[in-house]
């Protein structure tokens, strides 16, 4: 059975940014605006805040993870965060190790928080699919694979990239697959939680290429034409259709990746009739024609 999970977190080529070991006490306040890297969180001993754009704070504690797909304007504080505006400015106690606030004294809370990058050029839409923000409280597990990444990224061991790479996408898998039944926001995440909505999304998947139709696919999830439209739409952000063609998307970006694959192959193994069809759909996606795009890939790949 397909997994539309892991296919989402295999195409996103997740790699290693950086991560850091945070402590802090007293009261402190770090504000990061991002240009839309993942940024992830988790806290080993204590408490602190997180204060995301247009959402209330979340209190995060001992084994809470948080992760952020396209982080921008969030703020990492203390439970009683400072009443100036101010940003607090972070002491380096030791090579990847930094504390806020009060300088001396056991820390009131110790986090790793980290980076990581994207390598897939149509990384954008993927991560259109995911919830844009994840939090899990409580799973020790994540707190280990945290600790994994944190330690490959310090070290110089052979294959370091190439686990790192693994691990990264244990991590989103294991993060994702975790938040099943929390208050996600909209995304993949939502929709594959909901076992009817479920069917529809794997049946996508596993068929890209048939014509779906709305109707088509209600029947898979076993629901009206309308109230799975409803649904859908409400639970992944999106539309059935509009899923289906970011996914359709992604596969041929993939695929316009390989060298020696014609438009009309490519086309066709995406759903479409004709390389003209596909060609027109794919421009108005993604801004440029297949062929364009297909030529830029590759040229950067050879640079």
Same mark, same amino acid.
């Given at each position: 059975?397909?997994?539309?999970?892991?296919?989402?977190?295999?195409?996103?080529?997740?790699?290693?940014?950086?991560?850091?070991?945070?402590?802090?006490?007293?009261?402190?306040?770090?504000?990061?605006?991002?240009?839309?890297?993942?940024?992830?969180?988790?806290?080993?001993?204590?408490?602190?805040?997180?204060?995301?754009?247009?959402?209330?704070?979340?209190?995060?504690?001992?084994?809470?993870?948080?992760?952020?797909?396209?982080?921008?304007?969030?703020?990492?504080?203390?439970?009683?965060?400072?009443?100036?505006?101010?940003?607090?400015?972070?002491?380096?106690?030791?090579?990847?190790?930094?504390?806020?606030?009060?300088?001396?004294?056991?820390?009131?809370?110790?986090?790793?928080?980290?980076?990581?990058?994207?390598?897939?050029?149509?990384?954008?839409?993927?991560?259109?699919?995911?919830?844009?923000?994840?939090?899990?409280?409580?799973?020790?597990?994540?707190?280990?694979? +945290?600790?994994?990444?944190?330690?490959?990224?310090?070290?110089?061991?052979?294959?370091?990239?190439?686990?790192?790479?693994?691990?990264?996408?244990?991590?989103?898998?294991?993060?994702?697959?975790?938040?099943?039944?929390?208050?996600?926001?909209?995304?993949?995440?939502?929709?594959?939680?909901?076992?009817?909505?479920?069917?529809?999304?794997?049946?996508?998947?596993?068929?890209?290429?048939?014509?779906?139709?709305?109707?088509?696919?209600?029947?898979?999830?076993?629901?009206?034409?309308?109230?799975?439209?409803?649904?859908?739409?409400?639970?992944?952000?999106?539309?059935?259709?509009?899923?289906?063609?970011?996914?359709?998307?992604?596969?041929?970006?993939?695929?316009?990746?390989?060298?020696?694959?014609?438009?009309?192959?490519?086309?066709?193994? +995406?759903?479409?009739?004709?390389?003209?069809?596909?060609?027109?759909?794919?421009?108005?996606?993604?801004?440029?024609?297949?062929?364009?795009?297909?030529?830029?890939?590759?040229?950067?790949?050879?640079?």
């Amino acid at each position: 059975m397909i997994d539309p999970l892991s296919e989402v977190v295999s195409l996103l080529q997740p790699q290693a940014g950086f991560s850091k070991m945070v402590s802090g006490a007293g009261r402190w306040r770090v504000r990061r605006t991002e240009a839309g890297r993942p940024f992830y969180c988790v806290i080993l001993e204590g408490s602190g805040r997180l204060t995301v754009e247009g959402r209330e704070p979340l209190v995060l504690q001992r084994n809470d993870f948080v992760l952020i797909p396209a982080a921008q304007n969030f703020a990492t504080s203390s439970l009683d965060p400072p009443d100036d505006d101010a940003d607090t400015s972070p002491i380096l106690l030791a090579p990847g190790e930094f504390r806020l606030g009060t300088p001396d004294g056991p820390p009131e809370v110790r986090m790793v928080i980290g980076y990581c990058e994207f390598g897939s050029p149509d990384a954008a839409v993927l991560v259109s699919l995911l919830p844009q923000l994840v939090h899990v409280s409580g799973e020790p597990r994540l707190a280990t694979l +945290v600790q994994l990444v944190n330690e490959e990224s310090r070290a110089q061991r052979p294959a370091r990239d190439l686990i790192l790479a693994r691990l990264l996408e244990v991590l989103l898998i294991e993060t994702l697959r975790s938040s099943e039944g929390t208050a996600a926001s909209p995304g993949l995440l939502r929709g594959l939680a909901d076992p009817r909505l479920a069917a529809a999304i794997r049946r996508m998947h596993e068929a890209p290429t048939r014509a779906w139709t709305v109707a088509q696919l209600a029947k898979e999830a076993a629901l009206s034409r309308s109230v799975f439209f409803e649904r859908f739409n409400r639970a992944v952000g999106m539309t059935p259709m509009e899923y289906l063609l970011s996914w359709r998307m992604a596969l041929a970006k993939k695929l316009l990746r390989t060298r020696n694959m014609a438009i009309a192959d490519v086309a066709e193994r +995406v759903g479409y009739s004709s390389a003209s069809t596909f060609s027109v759909a794919f421009t108005r996606h993604v801004g440029l024609p297949p062929t364009h795009f297909a030529r830029q890939t590759l040229q950067a790949a050879d640079a």
